[in-house]
């Protein structure tokens, strides 16, 4: 991850894997007063998180031998107020669409999963965190 021209990495930055994978430039969205034209760090969380809960849930329904044939997940990642220092929190909602699945069962799937499902277990406990300066 780096700054881009702005030196300011949300709004200019271009993050880039190790690998090679991954080159995508960061910009800060309009709603936010920024020029937009790029992704941001919730679009890519949001992506992370429901490829995450995707291939769980389907993981889940494969063992019970449950059809999921059609399943979307759709994550969605804004910002929100942190009740306890008024700062920024990341509020996150995912939709899952479960076609030709019986509501009880796919709700039983669902809440298995958010147990199973690594970004939802971080999304509901936290994560062990290390932030630390390098040479």
Same mark, same amino acid.
């Given at each position: ?17 190790? +690998? &090679? ?6 910009? *800060?969205? $309009?709603? %936010?007063? @920024?020029? =937009?034209?790029?992704?941001?760090? !919730? ?41 306890? +220092? &008024? ?6 909602? *995912?939709? $899952?669409? %479960?076609? @030709?699945? =019986?509501?009880?069962?796919?709700? !039983? ?27």
């Amino acid at each position: 991850m780096s700054g881009g021209e702005a030196e300011h990495g949300r709004s200019s930055g271009i993050a880039r894997s190790d +690998d &090679g994978n991954l080159d995508i430039d960061l910009r *800060l969205p $309009i709603v %936010l007063g @920024g020029p =937009g034209n790029g992704t941001n760090p !919730e679009q890519l969380f949001a992506a992370g998180y429901a490829a995450c809960f995707h291939g769980a849930l389907s993981l889940l329904a494969r063992r019970r031998r449950i059809d999921i044939g059609g399943m979307t997940v759709t994550a969605e990642v804004s910002f929100g107020r942190d009740p306890v +220092d &008024g700062g920024y929190a990341l509020i996150s909602e *995912l939709r $899952i669409r %479960l076609p @030709g699945v =019986g509501r009880l069962v796919a709700e !039983e799937l669902v809440r298995s999963t958010e147990r199973f499902c690594p970004y939802a277990k971080m999304a509901r406990m936290g994560i062990c965190n290390v932030v630390k300066v390098t040479d």
